[in-house]
């Protein structure tokens, strides 16, 4: 099984950097994935990492490391469309196959 | 299709009533997996196919919920005698591969939002 912990709220200003940090715990651990979900909405695809290190992508990046067991999802420059909640989720392969599973998101509130 | 299309969107019922909630991934989509979001929680897993067949249906809460696939493309989710505790939103999603392997993100569809009265 996995256990996967994110803060359940943060707030941030308009134009600030914001960190939100994922820690988890699983075996045979294989893939780490960022969703973005707007209040009501679908949750969408943000980033992935399987290796440790920084991914960047425009405004957001990801970062990974294996060994910690810990995850943080960096947004710039951040805009008031950019509250929602953010998933993180962890792939690990047990029981003869792959399985994804979601933490329970950050709801990020950006304020002016 | 372009997305996910999940339907209906919204579903009323009564309690001990049956429902059925329809999922039409994206055309090529290859695996396809059912979730269940709950007012303010994660995302739960409820199974996933990979083409017509259920490797994994671990998440499913109860022996009232099952699900299909057919023609590897559109998937039904049945309830039957449906409880309060049933009310969550029922998302869908798909991907190239099987679990998102090795790095495509799931695609979700809109869901649909059941509320059990």
């Known amino acids: 099984g996995q256990n996967i912990d994110q803060p359940t709220e943060m707030t941030a200003t308009e134009g600030a950097i914001v960190q939100i940090n994922c820690t988890y715990q699983?075996?045979?651990?294989?893939?780490l994935f960022w969703y973005q979900q707007h209040a009501g909405e679908a949750p969408t695809f943000l980033s992935y990492n399987v290796l440790d290190g920084l991914e960047e992508k425009g405004r957001f990046s990801s970062f990974l490391s294996r060994s910690k067991g810990y995850s943080y999802l960096l947004l710039k420059e951040l805009q008031m469309k950019d509250s929602a909640s953010y998933l993180c989720a962890v792939r690990d392969y047990s029981g003869g196959y792959q399985k994804v599973t979601f933490g329970i998101g950050t709801k990020l509130q950006v304020i002016p | 299709g372009a997305g996910v299309s999940q339907s209906p969107s919204n579903k009323v019922t009564e309690k001990g009533k049956d429902v059925e909630l329809r999922c039409d991934p994206i055309?090529?989509?290859?695996?396809l997996y059912w979730y269940r979001q709950s007012l303010g929680q994660g995302l739960e897993f409820l199974i996933y196919?990979?083409?017509?067949?259920?490797?994994?249906k671990s998440g499913l809460p109860s022996d009232r919920f099952s699900a299909e696939r057919t023609g590897g493309s559109v998937s039904t989710l049945t309830i039957q005698r449906t409880q309060q505790e049933d009310s969550a939103v029922y998302l869908c999603?798909?991907?190239?591969?099987?679990?998102?392997?090795?790095?495509?993100?799931?695609?979700f569809g809109s869901g649909t939002r059941l509320t059990v009265v």
């Open positions: 196919f990979q083409g017509n067949s259920a490797p994994d």
């Open positions: 055309s090529g989509h290859t695996a």
């Open positions: 699983t075996s045979g651990f294989n893939g």
């Open positions: 999603a798909s991907s190239l591969s099987p679990q998102g392997y090795p790095n495509y993100g799931y695609t």
